[in-house]
């Protein structure tokens, strides 16, 4: 049989018992066509399962998955194919591998490695969600692939100036696939909790009122950019970055280390992805920083002092938005032609005075950018957001002296506070009583 003699090569892989794949080779003899046989009884019998492949792309390889039987990867001339029902039907898998002649395959853990005719090797990362592919996907509204775990990692990590590959993504991958593209007018959101159910982020993919201020409140130079879940037909993938919800945003504010949450803690969480009325939860783990050495009493110090932090943020700025606007409600007043008794003129002009004695002190007003610290310096917003991102920088143990320097910014707090009640108290008050008799405004409705 001199056709069989000639045969160019034979690719033999040999996997669950009774069961082996060989790809054969014909192109010296001008035989272009993909030859795959798959055998179940030892070699008995062998059965052709080449439907799908390019009739002109013949297969040098052919490989199994080691951890789902029946997952195939057939490399070609032209470039790699997978099948999910053990051969029966192929399909392009191209990625963004250029058209090139595949000359071997293995699957190393949980990568594809792939080497190439003279373009060296080519690695897939992660084909888990290959693992998860079943023959109803496609007719899926929506399905969550498992997501990729997220590393707490600690600041630090310079480039060494040596060529190097592109590190894995910081946070977490949610997968996930599409049937069809969303519209306009429709929008996804991906709302993550933690162990105990509690609602830690929501991601959106359309924006919200939050970036809107955000963006209204940024440095020219330093402009802001968001990330939103893709809402693209197919397979979409969105890193989130391990950060809680953000402060809360009022307009007119400088802060100096943006309106960002501090990161969560190492722990268990989920995430899950809701369009329309499909909706779909995934586990998933945030993993510490293997270079830190903590125990959970110490995290949770770090833990508690970021949330206290955090709401002490949210806390001055609620109280700096209805100063604020007590303020210009009363600056309307005296705007206005409302005629005013002189005392009630004279105790707006003194409280529209206070207010902006008080917001000085919460807040630095003749910030714009960064560099102005250098000529007016922080007041106790930049201080706290300093100290919450020192927290969640450093990790644990958290540094005693910034465990210190909180509870003063806290006493601090309180005692600004204080003073803005009383001055509601016995300064608004009347003046919100003189106005509503003679039905002009309510100040207490603010």
């Not at 035989?31 to 030892?42: A, F, L, Q, S, W």
């Not at 007119?252 to 943006?258: A, C, D, E, R, Y």
């Not at 606007?325 to 002009?349: C, F, P, Q, W, Y």
């Not at 006493?411 to 009347?430: G, I, S, T």
């Amino acid at each position: 049989h001199k056709k069989e003699a000639q045969v160019n090569a034979i690719e033999l892989s040999v996997h669950t018992e009774g069961k082996a794949y060989v790809a054969v080779t014909g192109y010296k003899l001008n035989d272009y066509k993909p030859y795959i046989y798959k055998t179940e009884n030892y070699g008995k019998r062998w059965t052709r399962i080449d439907k799908g492949l390019p009739e002109d792309a013949f297969v040098r390889v052919v490989r199994e998955d080691k951890q789902h039987e029946g997952m195939l990867f057939a490399g070609t001339e032209s470039g790699m194919f997978v099948s999910f029902d053990d051969g029966d039907n192929w399909q392009e898998m191209a990625l963004n591998l250029p058209p090139v002649a595949i000359t071997d395959m293995q699957v190393k853990g949980d990568d594809l490695v792939v080497a190439t005719q003279g373009r060296g090797f080519w690695i897939l990362d992660d084909i888990n969600p290959l693992r998860e592919v079943s023959g109803s996907l496609h007719n899926e509204a929506l399905f969550q692939f498992s997501p990729v775990d997220g590393v707490r990692l600690l600041s630090g990590g310079n480039m060494s100036g040596q060529p190097e590959a592109k590190n894995p993504a910081r946070g977490a991958t949610f997968r996930y696939y599409l049937k069809d593209e969303l519209e306009e007018s429709d929008s996804l959101r991906i709302d993550i909790f933690d162990s105990k159910n509690q609602l830690v982020r929501t991601l959106s993919s359309t924006a919200d009122a939050f970036e809107k201020c955000a963006k209204g409140n940024e440095d020219a130079r330093s402009p802001l950019k968001f990330k939103h879940p893709s809402t693209k037909e197919g397979y979409n993938q969105f890193v989130w970055d391990l950060r809680r919800s953000p402060l809360h945003c009022i307009d007119n504010v400088k802060l100096f280390g943006g309106w960002k949450g501090a990161r969560v803690m190492p722990g268990d969480y989920k995430a899950t992805i809701t369009v329309g009325e499909h909706s779909q939860t995934r586990a998933f783990k945030v993993l510490p920083d293997p270079r830190e050495e903590a125990n959970a009493a110490q995290l949770q110090v770090v833990e508690q002092s970021i949330q206290a932090s955090e709401a002490l943020l949210n806390e001055l700025f609620e109280h700096l938005q209805k100063a604020r606007n007590v303020r210009a409600t009363l600056k309307g007043v005296t705007e206005s032609n409302v005629v005013l008794a002189s005392e009630v003129s004279a105790s707006i002009d003194r409280i529209v005075s206070a207010i902006d004695d008080w917001e000085a002190l919460v807040i630095q007003p003749k910030h714009q950018t960064f560099e102005d610290d250098i000529n007016w310096p922080n007041m106790l917003d930049r201080q706290v957001r300093f100290l919450m991102d020192n927290f969640d920088r450093t990790g644990a143990p958290a540094q005693a002296g910034a465990v210190q320097r909180l509870e003063d910014l806290e006493a601090r707090w309180q005692k600004y506070k204080l003073q803005l009640e009383v001055l509601f108290k016995e300064n608004v008050k009347p003046v919100n009583k003189a106005l509503a008799e003679k039905g002009v405004y309510d100040l207490d409705s603010l």
